[in-house]
Protein backbone atom coordinates (compact mmCIF):
# COMPACT_ATOMS: atom_id res chain seq x y z
CA UNK A 1 0.00 0.00 0.00
CA UNK A 2 1.80 3.22 -1.01
CA UNK A 3 1.12 6.27 0.79
CA UNK A 4 1.40 9.63 -0.31
CA UNK A 5 2.78 12.99 1.47
CA UNK A 6 2.06 16.24 0.36
CA UNK A 7 3.46 19.22 1.42
CA UNK A 8 3.69 23.16 -0.02
CA UNK A 9 0.49 24.60 0.61
CA UNK A 10 -0.10 27.68 1.92
CA UNK A 11 -1.52 31.42 1.96
CA UNK A 12 -0.62 33.91 -0.73
CA UNK A 13 -1.71 36.61 -2.83
CA UNK A 14 -3.16 37.07 -6.74
CA UNK A 15 0.04 36.70 -8.72
CA UNK A 16 2.08 34.72 -6.08
CA UNK A 17 3.98 31.52 -6.27
CA UNK A 18 3.74 28.32 -4.54
CA UNK A 19 5.38 24.75 -5.33
CA UNK A 20 3.25 21.25 -3.96
CA UNK A 21 5.58 18.48 -3.47
CA UNK A 22 3.97 14.60 -3.38
CA UNK A 23 6.19 11.79 -1.96
CA UNK A 24 5.44 8.46 -2.26
CA UNK A 25 6.44 6.15 0.12
CA UNK A 26 7.61 3.19 -1.79
CA UNK A 27 8.82 2.61 -5.34
CA UNK A 28 6.00 3.06 -7.69
CA UNK A 29 5.57 0.34 -10.70
CA UNK A 30 6.88 0.78 -14.07
CA UNK A 31 3.80 1.72 -15.53
CA UNK A 32 1.81 4.78 -13.63
CA UNK A 33 0.60 8.24 -13.87
CA UNK A 34 1.08 10.79 -11.18
CA UNK A 35 -0.69 13.89 -10.41
CA UNK A 36 -2.65 16.30 -8.92
CA UNK A 37 -6.34 17.16 -8.07
CA UNK A 38 -8.20 19.91 -6.62
CA UNK A 39 -11.41 20.48 -4.40
CA UNK A 40 -12.72 24.12 -4.10
CA UNK A 41 -15.69 24.27 -1.62
CA UNK A 42 -18.92 23.47 -2.76
CA UNK A 43 -17.33 21.97 -5.87
CA UNK A 44 -16.53 18.43 -7.29
CA UNK A 45 -12.59 17.50 -7.27
CA UNK A 46 -11.38 18.35 -10.31
CA UNK A 47 -7.80 17.82 -12.75
CA UNK A 48 -5.09 19.96 -12.29
CA UNK A 49 -2.42 18.48 -14.19
CA UNK A 50 -1.21 14.86 -14.93
CA UNK A 51 2.10 13.05 -16.19
CA UNK A 52 2.60 9.67 -16.97
CA UNK A 53 5.38 7.51 -16.68
CA UNK A 54 6.52 8.21 -20.36
CA UNK A 55 6.41 11.70 -19.51
CA UNK A 56 2.84 12.52 -21.14
CA UNK A 57 1.59 15.92 -19.09
CA UNK A 58 -1.75 17.17 -19.56
CA UNK A 59 -3.47 20.14 -17.46
CA UNK A 60 -6.79 21.44 -16.67
CA UNK A 61 -7.18 24.45 -19.44
CA UNK A 62 -7.18 26.91 -16.38
CA UNK A 63 -3.66 26.46 -15.53
CA UNK A 64 -2.04 26.35 -18.82
CA UNK A 65 0.30 28.49 -19.42
CA UNK A 66 1.21 29.11 -15.18
CA UNK A 67 1.36 25.57 -13.80
CA UNK A 68 4.08 22.98 -14.11
CA UNK A 69 4.01 19.76 -13.13
CA UNK A 70 7.09 17.51 -12.97
CA UNK A 71 8.53 14.48 -11.79
CA UNK A 72 12.07 12.54 -10.13
CA UNK A 73 11.45 8.59 -10.14
CA UNK A 74 14.91 8.16 -8.11
CA UNK A 75 12.59 10.80 -5.30
CA UNK A 76 9.38 9.26 -6.10
CA UNK A 77 8.26 12.48 -5.78
CA UNK A 78 5.98 14.41 -8.37
CA UNK A 79 6.21 18.14 -8.14
CA UNK A 80 3.71 20.91 -8.66
CA UNK A 81 4.91 24.53 -9.52
CA UNK A 82 2.08 26.80 -9.44
CA UNK A 83 3.03 30.60 -10.79
CA UNK A 84 0.41 33.78 -11.13
CA UNK A 85 -1.87 31.78 -8.70
CA UNK A 86 -5.09 33.93 -8.87
CA UNK A 87 -8.19 33.76 -6.10
CA UNK A 88 -9.77 30.72 -8.70
CA UNK A 89 -6.94 28.51 -7.89
CA UNK A 90 -7.69 28.13 -3.72
CA UNK A 91 -9.13 24.42 -3.29
CA UNK A 92 -7.59 21.40 -1.02
CA UNK A 93 -4.82 20.13 -3.40
CA UNK A 94 -4.52 15.75 -3.57
CA UNK A 95 -1.71 13.83 -4.96
CA UNK A 96 -2.82 10.96 -7.30
CA UNK A 97 -0.95 8.10 -7.77
CA UNK A 98 -2.45 5.16 -10.60
CA UNK A 99 -0.31 1.91 -11.07
CA UNK A 100 -0.75 -0.60 -13.63
CA UNK A 101 0.10 -3.67 -13.65
CA UNK A 102 -2.35 -6.57 -14.32
CA UNK A 103 -4.71 -4.44 -12.44
CA UNK A 104 -5.41 -0.56 -11.78
CA UNK A 105 -4.54 0.40 -8.20
CA UNK A 106 -4.89 4.42 -7.39
CA UNK A 107 -3.56 6.00 -4.21
CA UNK A 108 -4.53 9.56 -2.59
CA UNK A 109 -3.17 11.64 -0.75
CA UNK A 110 -4.34 13.19 2.17
CA UNK A 111 -4.52 17.19 0.77
CA UNK A 112 -2.73 20.33 1.23
CA UNK A 113 -4.81 23.54 1.49
CA UNK A 114 -3.47 26.26 -0.71
CA UNK A 115 -5.26 30.06 0.08
CA UNK A 116 -4.62 32.48 -2.47
CA UNK A 117 -6.06 36.20 -1.10
CA UNK A 118 -5.65 39.77 -0.45
Known amino acids: QIELVESGGGLVQPGGSLRLSCVAS????????MGWFRQAPGKQRELVAI???????RYADSVKGRFTISRDNAKNTVYLQMNNLEVEDTAVYYC????????????WGQGTQVTVTS
Open 26 to 33: MKIFISNR
Open 96 to 107: NVEEYHLVKRAY
Open 51 to 57: ITSGDII
